[in-house]
RNA sequence: GCCGGGGUGGCGGAAUCGGCAGACGCAGGCGACUUAAAAUCGCUGGUGGUUUCCACAUGCGGGUUCAAGUCCCGCCCCCGGCACCA
């Protein structure tokens, strides 16, 4: 066998092998215990993989090969995430259609994921652009449309007329374009609609039921955002027939309402305004249509203005004056809101801007407050000023002025969410078409498709026939958005519009946004040859739900919240059994470039201490006179650290002057130049090394900076394997197991067992290390223990593994053997070394019997004789021994 | 501002249930092998001191306890998310 470890002849020859002999196939077949571990699937971009992706790769792997080992069967797919904008940029730039650059993409990805030898099964690969999937997704679009969970509805979005597309928020900066700075306006567009909402309350509740981070779920929370409170009507003044309608959380606040504020959107307010106050209402209401949401809630000062106009209070009967006031957002609740000062941190400042009355009706203690507020009381108390309900609770009072308000039909109980209906068109190219087309009147004899005059009857949507599916994209000449907001789809007239017994119809024109495919590619994981269904009722009742998920935390709120929705639709279709898709979450944290020292230089090249340099649109400027300055990438030997814990220069550079440097590792970035490509890791290391590493890293979930040293460590970890391999193998004779090596293996095995199971792979490895040293310091190392460290080596570091199982002459693959299993009773030492503590303070350690009793112990620890020294001169007030773990002397 | 997660050697981190702080690895120092270097192996490795020992050390300040990185109270800093949602 060979003396050095090759990883670039032995990592190919097992990943060969795996193929050949269909090593990872998912048992399709079979009773036991079943684990489905996946992947987030990745966008393949043109940039090929990144050091992030095998981070949690690399965890799902470890995973999925130790539960094979253990005999379960399993379920580890991996595939595409491939439409998205990328792709179609760069058609428009070079005119290749954004299939083939998707395709040459896909094979890098697929390259560098095998090159790294994970165990997915290939056979099940799946492409969310391919249209044999696309189908399904129309397809589970149509479920949608036809639960009447699909809707068309004018929304609100930002057009862009010179890029000819709509912008998301974050592409819209002050109402200009991000890119080209060009005007933006809020457009009403016509746009299909997901019902999301009325999944709000399940998709809140169920959270309870999955083990996912608690951040994540949080977020969950918070984005659905679920509120209850009342809706409560304040008649017109003069006009009892009309009303304004509030939504409030505090209904208990309402004899504390001083005065009223509706959206500038608001219906209502040409009614309430009166003529003397139209001309400053109407300027409010058009400066407020100009500007975006986004602006408006740029700054936190209040502005409005009144109406002129009053309600009533329904619980006072009390003349309330409505104001028109920005803050009142109309998308949410009735876009009108009852103002309470005193108890709401918002209407406090809308009132103090303008010299509105605050009055006071909860009280933190019982009595009310005599002075004015100096600032709003939010949290709950007892109610004062409020009538016969003075002294309730907060609480109390809520339930029943509800009652009370229903009871006079002057309101009634109500939930609101933040949350609202998933807007799900697309004007894009590279997406999945909608299945949907309507019926077009045109003039007799006219043919749309030649630009006849014609009008699509939006209101009137056809579903397709399911046998029609896949409704495949047009070819194009040209995929650059255009002017018309129907979407690049409207100018393949040619697919756009059919003719069929008679009538014109025509397709829809926007596509599905990418999260489409996401949102249901686990299922088709489990049988994605399917040509009749998008999936068996059987290999959904077989593998679902996913037992374990790992991917980055950017998806918590979007990716999985809109998965678990489809998946909730889908449940009530019967066409899954369980309803939540994901049992476990785990998100593997950030890998960010390496560690960097920054110095900063003003342009006289007198250095500037990091505290006092601020930053001016990004450029680095000295806080005191803005000055701009010079960013210094140093060296680790031109720093040290100071007694204050920060980093400093070197005397040599600064001189007498302490200068503070910057010091942290900034996310991987082309522009920075810290990519780090797992192609020159592979080639300089090996895969195997690329895995261990990056589970050695730290915990998975921590973010934490790449560090080329340490990949070099673990290396030579490796090398150590097979260097005690070799020798082994070279015994004539094998070696004996000793009692201690012995009991160190099984301890390992307990170890490794445990910390895979709980995903602590960096202190798996550690244990792995520990033993490998030790193996490598006895001058025969036993096969056996040989074998056993394969085996614990092999889900980390499967291609050593491999290759060593092989030279002690196993069957392979090591994956076939079963994980081995600790013996308890080896786990434990007979005799453990007890710290000895005078005072609470160590002062020597004795070797004792585990369950030594405590006359032993305390003789043993009294006759150390730097315990004794400590002793010396002083009474012994109590002695605490707990067994096996510590022996505390009390002395005065 | 609110919510979530963090802060331990020069660096990444370990200490899983209140019981030896710093496992394992990187960087550093010393030594072996070598003509030499690389590679490899061994030793060393928080700071300070009067160095077989002692004092001080887990962001800062208090507290509980025989014993605190770990529990409690009050702060500071970093990362992520949300941000007029009534």
Redesign the pocket.
Request: charged share 30%.
């Given at each position: 066998m060979a003396e050095r470890y090759d990883p670039s002849i032995v990592e190919p020859k097992w990943q060969r092998y795996w193929r050949d002999n269909d090593t990872f196939r998912t048992p399709d077949a079979g009773d036991g215990p079943r684990a489905y571990i996946l992947d987030m699937f990745p966008y393949p971009s043109g940039a090929g993989l990144h050091v992030g992706h095998p981070e949690g790769y690399t965890a799902t792997d470890i995973v999925a090969r130790y539960k094979r080992a253990c005999g379960v069967q399993v379920l580890h797919p991996m595939g595409w995430d491939a439409f998205g904008l990328p792709a179609e940029q760069r058609a428009i730039e070079t005119g290749a259609h954004p299939a083939e650059t998707t395709a040459a993409n896909i094979a890098t990805f697929r390259r560098q994921l095998q090159m790294l030898g994970f165990s997915y099964d290939w056979s099940r690969e799946v492409d969310t652009t391919d249209p044999g999937y696309v189908k399904w997704t129309q397809w589970i679009f149509l479920e949608l449309f036809e639960r009447g969970l699909a809707y068309q509805s004018e929304v609100s979005v930002n057009w862009c007329p010179a890029l000819g597309t709509v912008l998301a928020n974050e592409e819209v900066k002050d109402g200009l374009s991000e890119r080209g700075d060009h005007p933006v306006e809020r457009r009403p567009l016509r746009q299909w609609v997901l019902k999301i909402t009325e999944y709000a309350d399940r998709l809140l509740e169920d959270l309870a039921e999955v083990e996912w981070?608690?951040?994540t779920r949080?977020?969950q929370t918070?984005?659905i955002?679920r509120?209850d409170?009342a809706l409560v009507r304040f008649a017109l003044e003069g006009d009892a027939g009309e009303a304004i309608e509030?939504?409030?959380?505090?209904p208990d606040t309402l004899f504390g309402a001083t005065f009223m504020?509706i959206?500038p959107e608001h219906p209502l307010v040409d009614r309430l305004t009166t003529d003397a106050a139209r001309p400053a209402v109407q300027a409010y209401v058009a400066a407020a249509r100009n500007k975006s949401?986004r602006e408006?809630?740029?700054?936190?000062?209040?502005?409005g203005v009144f109406t002129g106009g009053y309600a009533i209070n329904p619980v006072n009967a009390a003349k309330v004056p409505v104001w028109v006031a920005?803050?009142?957002?109309?998308?949410?609740?009735?876009?009108?809101?009852?103002?309470?000062p005193a108890h709401?941190?918002?209407?406090f400042?809308f009132a103090k801007a303008y010299g509105i009355p605050i009055v006071e009706v909860v009280s933190p203690e019982g009595p009310p407050t005599e002075a004015p507020l100096s600032e709003p009381f939010v949290a709950p108390g007892f109610a004062v000023r409020s009538g016969k309900y003075d002294g309730l609770a907060t609480a109390e009072f809520k339930a029943r002025i509800i009652d009370d308000l229903e009871a006079r039909g002057a309101g009634e109980r109500r939930v609101?969410?933040?949350l609202r209906d998933w807007v799900f068109s697309r004007q894009r190219y590279w997406g999945e078409p909608i299945p949907i087309y309507f019926p077009v009147d045109v003039p007799d004899g006219g043919d749309p498709r030649r630009g006849a005059a014609c009008t699509i009857r939006y209101d009137e949507p056809i579903a397709m026939r399911r046998d029609e599916l896949p409704l495949r994209l047009p070819e194009l000449d040209d995929y650059r958005p255009g002017d018309d907001p129907q979407g690049v789809l409207a100018r393949a007239t040619d697919w756009r519009f059919f003719e069929r017994d008679g009538r014109w119809y025509a397709r829809e024109t926007n596509t599905m946004p990418q999260w489409a495919g996401s949102c249901w590619y686990f299922l088709r994981f489990t049988d994605p040859h399917n040509d009749e269904a998008p999936w068996s009722p059987e290999a959904a009742a077989r593998w679902l739900p996913v037992d374990l998920y790992v991917g980055g935390?950017?998806h918590?709120?979007l990716h999985l919240l809109y998965a678990r929705f489809w998946h909730k639709v889908l449940f009530d279709a019967g066409l899954v059994p369980v309803k939540e898709p994901f049992a476990k979450l785990v998100h593997q944290g950030m890998i960010l470039g390496e560690?960097e020292y920054t110095g900063y230089r003003d342009e006289a090249g007198v250095w500037v201490s990091a505290p006092d340099v601020a930053r001016r649109d990004g450029v680095p400027v000295r806080a005191s006179d803005g000055a701009t300055l010079e960013e210094v990438r140093l060296g680790?030997a031109q720093v040290?650290?100071d007694a204050d814990?920060g980093?400093v220069l070197e005397a040599a550079l600064a001189g007498a002057a302490t200068v503070q440097v910057e010091?942290?590792a900034h996310?991987m970035s082309k522009s920075r130049g810290n990519v780090v490509n797992p192609d020159d890791i592979v080639r300089a290391y090996g895969a195997d090394a690329m895995r261990v590493y990056e589970m050695?890293?730290?915990?998975l979930?921590?973010?934490?900076?790449w560090?080329?040293?340490?990949i070099?460590?673990?290396?030579?970890?490796i090398?150590?394997v097979w260097?005690v391999a070799v020798r082994a193998c070279a015994q004539e004779r094998d070696g004996a197991l000793d009692e201690a090596t012995l009991r160190l293996l099984h301890k390992t095995i307990a170890?490794v067992t445990?910390?895979i199971e709980?995903m602590?792979f960096?202190?798996a490895?550690?244990?792995m290390?520990?033993l490998?040293?030790e193996l490598?310091?006895l001058d025969a190392p036993p096969r056996e223990a040989v074998a056993t460290l394969a085996q614990l080596v092999h889900p980390f570091a499967p291609h050593l593994a491999e290759e060593v199982w092989e030279a002690l002459g196993r069957a392979p693959s090591v994956q076939a053997a079963p994980w081995p299993e600790a013996d308890p009773a080896l786990c434990e030492d007979p005799e453990?070394?007890?710290?000895v503590?005078v005072?609470?303070?160590?002062?020597?350690?004795v070797l004792l019997p585990k369950d030594a009793p405590a006359d032993v112990a305390v003789a043993a620890g009294r006759a150390l004789?730097?315990v004794a020294?400590?002793l010396e001169g002083k009474t012994l007030r109590?002695t605490?021994w707990?067994p096996g773990?510590?022996l505390?002397f009390?002395a005065r």
């Open positions: 981070p608690n951040s949080v977020m918070e984005w955002g509120s409170g509030v939504f409030t959380t505090r504020a959206a949401d408006r809630q740029q700054t936190k000062e209040k502005s920005d803050y009142v957002l109309y998308g949410y609740g009735t876009g009108a809101i009852m103002a309470v709401d941190e918002r209407d400042g609101e969410y933040k935390a950017e918590a709120v560690v680790e040290h650290k814990g980093f010091s942290r996310k050695f890293m730290g915990p979930e921590a973010t934490k900076p560090n080329a040293g340490s070099a460590g673990v290396k030579r970890f090398d150590r260097a170890k445990e910390d709980a602590r960096n202190t490895i550690s244990a290390m520990v490998t040293n490598g310091r453990v070394e007890v710290p503590q005072n609470g303070k160590v002062r020597g350690r004789p730097t020294a400590q109590k605490i707990v773990k510590i505390n009390i």
